[in-house]
């Protein structure tokens, strides 16, 4: 694994909507090169980028239709090389986002899938062996093909799932996981990942990572297949790094992945920290962390120390976090705790600014409910606040069209913006090892229903307690250490009286014990 990994703050990049150099009105690999230093300067170490390889985009690029040839609409694969390199000199690096589970139907492979005549890829795909039979359990294309059968999907229904087999078969046309057409699957899969590594990439997010194997509840054969794609990057490129979009990290890091996702799906209590109907770091102060503690435990222990359980600001499929946080004093306590957690943070395009989610727009390319967190970065006061020279309605995704819509200009000059507020965060991690990925956290004080919550972070050489009240009263409790000198605070410091700490109102500090 690649020692950066260590003490990286990754940030995701939606190309659709980063910035646009040619001014079509999408985003592309030399809009990305012109805003590397904006990533640097923020202090993230390492980018993920979401797909973009050749799709006809009917989710967004999720549905490949070319693994390997750039989407001409982001540049060439000479100028996706020219992006890792330009990556590099900066010090950054960079993930492409592989989406080994299936394609789309506009694929070579699928349609070769599809002719009646048994050629090499009649097996790259989940059929069963009749149009009238339909695959148990999971959705299907069925009536477009010569071919007698029907076709299992993933995700939305023109996404067929590539066969890599099933753990338990109990129908003729289900093929083991050792059978030669998974196995000619999997060789593919390691392919594609030799070819962009070898352009220069420094390793892939795992797009549905726990879903190749099917008939699998444990996730064995799954678990499995990735092992030996770990050993195949053991042995052939030992820097590249992946991460799960899994969310069951006691899995997927026994599975070889270096680092898993905790998710809006998955047993993870994730979305009790920022959306439900009362987030714990919401100012009303009605939310529980006890629950999601109780979890993430449960994760931390079972993973063993064999990776980095990720937790991210939000992502492409999920609601800005203002959406539920909007109060920016509300956000900067979240990153409060954030920034602070054990493995790599990760964050999304625009949250170090604080966008918000577009509400009311129409989908665009299989966003639905998720396009508003897809929309155009804000980077400043010019047209199209500097995402791109097009007409407005040229744009891939509507612009926020709030006025007063933060940007990445107005808050480099404020020095109480989020983004400075998330920047300094990110110096005092990197500048603290109890801070960082590895290091070891116990919860200090969690209680159910109840505010602040604490936990302690250590290496052989530090200690430092994490406390944090998002409510807007003040609170206090009983706790066995005493904070000496304080790394961090916002919203006020903790103070002692009558052997209890104080914690101020929508407050979080970091203290050396
Ligand atoms: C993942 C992606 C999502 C995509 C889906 C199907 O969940 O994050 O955007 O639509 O997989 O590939
Ligand atoms: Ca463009």
């Known amino acids: 694994m690649g020692q950066w990994l260590d003490n990286a703050v990754f940030y995701e990049i939606y190309p659709q909507t980063f910035k646009d150099s040619n001014g079509d009105g999408i985003g592309d690999?030399?809009?990305?090169?012109?805003?590397?230093?904006?990533?640097?300067?923020?202090?993230?170490?390492?980018?993920?980028?979401?797909?973009?390889?050749?799709?006809?985009?009917?989710?967004?690029?999720?549905?490949?239709?070319?693994?390997?040839?750039?989407?001409?609409?982001?540049?060439?694969?000479?100028?996706?090389?020219?992006?890792?390199?330009?990556?590099?000199?900066?010090?950054?690096?960079?993930?492409?986002?592989?989406?080994?589970?299936?394609?789309?139907?506009?694929?070579?492979?699928?349609?070769?899938?599809?002719?009646?005549?048994?050629?090499?890829?009649?097996?790259r795909y989940v059929w069963t062996n009749s149009v009238w039979d339909e695959p148990e359990g999971m959705g299907c294309i069925r009536g477009i093909s010569q071919r007698d059968g029907s076709c299992a999907v993933n995700f939305f229904s023109n996404q067929p799932a590539l066969n890599y087999g099933f753990y338990k078969t109990d129908r003729p046309w289900q093929q083991t996981v050792d059978a030669p057409g998974p196995q000619a699957t999997l060789d593919e899969l390691k392919n594609i990942m030799r070819f962009w590594l070898d352009l220069g990439c420094d390793g892939f997010r795992v797009d549905m990572a726990h879903s190749l194997v099917k008939h699998d509840e444990e996730g064995k054969g799954t678990m499995a297949l990735w092992r030996s794609v770990r050993t195949m990057l053991d042995e052939e490129y030992p820097k590249a790094v992946m991460i799960s979009e899994w969310g069951e990290p006691d899995k997927s890091l026994q599975g070889g992945f270096h680092m898993d996702f905790l998710l809006h799906f998955g047993p993870s209590r994730y979305n009790d920290l920022f959306r439900c109907e009362e987030p714990y770091f919401s100012s009303r102060g009605k939310g529980d962390i006890s629950e999601f503690v109780k979890k993430y435990m449960d994760s931390y222990e079972k993973s063993d120390r064999k990776g980095l359980i990720c937790i991210p600001s939000g992502n492409h499929d999920m609601d800005r976090l203002a959406r539920h946080l909007p109060d920016v004093h509300e956000l900067k306590v979240a990153y409060g705790f954030l920034l602070s957690m054990p493995g790599a943070p990760f964050i999304y395009y625009g949250d170090e600014i604080g966008m918000r989610y577009v509400e009311d727009i129409v989908s665009v390319e299989g966003g639905y409910d998720r396009t508003g967190s897809r929309s155009p970065m804000q980077w400043d006061d010019t047209k199209n606040a500097g995402f791109s020279d097009a007409p407005a309605e040229k744009l891939y995704i509507p612009l926020d069209p709030d006025e007063n819509r933060p940007t990445v200009q107005k808050q480099l000059a404020d020095p109480q913006s989020l983004y400075h507020e998330?920047?300094?965060?990110?110096?005092?991690?990197?500048?603290?090892?109890?801070?960082?990925?590895?290091?070891?956290?116990?919860?200090?004080?969690?209680?159910?229903?109840?505010?602040?919550?604490?936990?302690?972070?250590?290496?052989?050489?530090?200690?430092?307690?994490?406390?944090?009240?998002?409510?807007?009263?003040?609170?206090?409790?009983?706790?066995?250490?005493?904070?000496?000198?304080?790394?961090?605070?916002?919203?006020?410091?903790?103070?002692?009286?009558?052997?209890?700490?104080?914690?101020?109102?929508?407050?979080?500090?970091?203290?050396?014990?």
């Open 29 to 123: 690999f030399q809009g990305i090169i012109e805003k590397l230093s904006h990533i640097k300067e923020l202090g993230c170490t390492a980018i993920w980028m979401n797909p973009c390889f050749e799709s006809p985009f009917g989710d967004a690029g999720y549905d490949v239709s070319d693994y390997y040839k750039a989407a001409p609409r982001y540049g060439t694969n000479d100028d996706l090389k020219r992006l890792f390199e330009e990556v590099h000199k900066m010090g950054l690096y960079l993930l492409l986002d592989l989406v080994p589970g299936h394609t789309s139907i506009e694929h070579e492979w699928f349609k070769e899938s599809m002719k009646a005549e048994k050629n090499a890829y009649t097996d």
């Open 422 to 513: 998330i920047k300094k965060l990110i110096q005092i991690r990197q500048a603290n090892p109890a801070l960082q990925s590895n290091a070891e956290i116990d919860f200090v004080y969690v209680e159910k229903d109840m505010y602040p919550f604490a936990y302690l972070r250590s290496t052989d050489g530090q200690k430092i307690l994490v406390i944090i009240n998002p409510s807007s009263a003040e609170t206090s409790f009983a706790c066995s250490y005493e904070p000496k000198e304080t790394i961090y605070s916002f919203g006020g410091e903790v103070s002692v009286q009558d052997g209890k700490l104080i914690v101020p109102a929508g407050s979080c500090g970091y203290y050396c014990v």
